[in-house]
């Protein structure tokens, strides 16, 4: 059914039709639209016996999500940011103990400075943490592959967090089609655990392993993500076939034919990159993109085929490893080792900042002339940093950082050096 919907109620409606036992909720921007609109279809009956579990944190949710999921029950949790890395230490037990949750992680930037906006810095903060990692572009696609990431967990005994940019998708009004509750419960078949607390049966999970066993538990838990290698594009053709469309994959090439420059990324961004992508063939220009929809596992053998024509790699990524640059980009490097292809770096819309056609075609073009540095902060205020920068050098006590660069931007009213007191 064709829906003109916001996007976190879309994957709540998605979510739902998967048909959770137990939901663990709390709240934190953007993604607490998606476990209200469960909340009121857990109220109203129309997720099946569903318990759905108010908690006193981050941390909490996902522990109860542990407990659920080890009993047997099909389980889902959200989060977003500082609420990822508040349940951090849970998220390695969650992959340790091989349990196949389904969280949403609604993408939001880490602080400090505090921001609610848009980037990537939270899932990569958890990208070794043995989770699967899918990543949508739309919000169509934010819905399917949460009905894949259930039937995906559960074949793998894996957890899976499926990613959604925070504003841009989740509270983004568009067109969506929702499938219907037949279709999601003939592909999604009910859930099986391979490993369970049964009083009858009993077993330990989560026991001290020491030296002589655990490099053998931790190359079981790679093993998993090699297997997702195969079993994530098996899906996804699966999903086209019962669904009418196709959706997810490990990667998704975007007229690349011939394409001497390929700009890769993950995410929303990747509408605007495709019509810039359109707008630079128009002129003659031999370019073409290719979407990550999968980040972990990653596909090295997969991005290396499709990269095998390219001339020169561009990847456009909303984080930024301090003092090194570029997370995704280390990993196409990977996938190009033994290749003298260059692989370019493009940090952009970082705590939320737009990220325009207008900037893609410009950093695009240089690189189709090796002229672009690495790695690239696009549309960073040099002026502004530059200032700060020195500062610094003239002050042993310069001040906080955002708040001058807050300063020197227009943004908030200046204050001279050596005073007291507020803002004017």
């Given amino acids: 059914m064709l829906k003109q919907i916001e996007g976190s109620q879309a994957v709540a409606e998605a979510v739902a039709m998967c048909r959770p036992e137990v939901i663990a909720a709390y709240p934190i921007t953007p993604q607490t639209h998606i476990v209200e609109g469960l909340a009121a279809m857990v109220r109203e009956g129309k997720v099946g016996t569903c318990q759905y579990i108010n908690v006193e944190s981050e941390f909490a949710a996902?522990?109860?999500?542990?407990?659920?999921?080890?009993?047997?029950?099909?389980?889902?949790?959200?989060?977003?940011?500082?609420?990822?890395?508040?349940?951090?230490?849970?998220v390695y037990n969650a992959s340790g103990l091989g349990l196949p949750i389904v969280m949403t992680i609604g993408n939001r930037a880490i602080g400090a400075p505090i921001n609610i906006w848009n980037d990537h810095s939270d899932s990569m903060s958890m990208a070794n943490s043995g989770w699967l990692q899918l990543?949508?572009?739309?919000?169509?696609?934010?819905?399917?592959?949460?009905?894949?990431?259930?039937?995906l967990a559960e074949q793998l005994s894996v957890p899976v967090m499926v990613c959604v940019d925070g504003f841009i998708l989740t509270h983004a009004y568009e067109r969506v089609d929702i499938p219907d509750p037949d279709q999601v419960d003939r592909f999604l078949p009910g859930f099986e655990p391979v490993q369970?607390?049964?009083p009858d049966d009993p077993i330990s999970m989560g026991a001290m392993v020491g030296p002589e066993a655990f490099m053998e538990v931790r190359y079981l838990a790679h093993h998993k993500q090699m297997q997702a290698l195969e079993a994530i594009p098996a899906l996804a053709a699966?999903?086209?076939?019962?669904?009418?469309?196709?959706?997810?994959?490990?990667i998704a090439p975007y007229r690349t034919e011939g394409a001497e420059t390929v700009v890769l990324a993950l995410g929303s961004v990747n509408g605007t990159l495709k019509d810039a992508v359109d707008e630079m063939r128009a002129d003659g220009q031999s370019v073409g993109a290719i979407k990550i929809v999968s980040f972990r596992p990653f596909p090295l053998a997969q991005l290396r085929?499709?990269?095998?024509?390219?001339?020169?790699v561009?990847?456009?990524?909303?984080?930024?490893?301090?003092?090194?640059?570029?997370?995704?980009?280390?990993?196409?490097?990977?996938?190009?080792?033994?290749?003298?292809?260059?692989?370019?770096?493009?940090?952009?819309?970082?705590?939320?900042?737009?990220i325009t056609k207008r900037s893609l075609t410009r950093v695009i073009a240089a690189a189709t002339t090796d002229t672009l540095e690495d790695p690239h902060f696009l549309d960073l205020d040099w002026q502004a940093v530059d200032s700060e920068l020195a500062r610094w050098k003239e002050r042993r006590r310069a001040g906080p950082i955002a708040e001058n660069l807050l300063r020197e931007m227009g943004l908030v009213g200046h204050r001279p050096h050596g005073t007291e007191g507020p803002t004017s």
């Fill in 62 to 90: 996902l522990s109860a999500a542990i407990g659920a999921s080890a009993a047997g029950a099909r389980t889902y949790t959200a989060t977003s940011s500082q609420g990822l890395l508040f349940m951090a230490e849970a």
């Fill in 135 to 151: 990543f949508a572009e739309t919000n169509q696609e934010a819905v399917d592959l949460h009905i894949q990431a259930f039937r």
């Fill in 196 to 198: 369970v607390l049964d």
């Fill in 238 to 250: 699966d999903f086209a076939e019962s669904f009418g469309r196709e959706s997810g994959g490990l």
């Fill in 305 to 312: 085929e499709a990269l095998a024509g390219a001339k020169r």
């Fill in 314 to 354: 561009v990847v456009v990524e909303k984080d930024l490893a301090l003092g090194l640059g570029g997370i995704v980009a280390s990993n196409v490097r990977m996938a190009l080792r033994g290749l003298a292809t260059p692989v370019y770096t493009v940090i952009a819309g970082l705590g939320g900042r737009s």
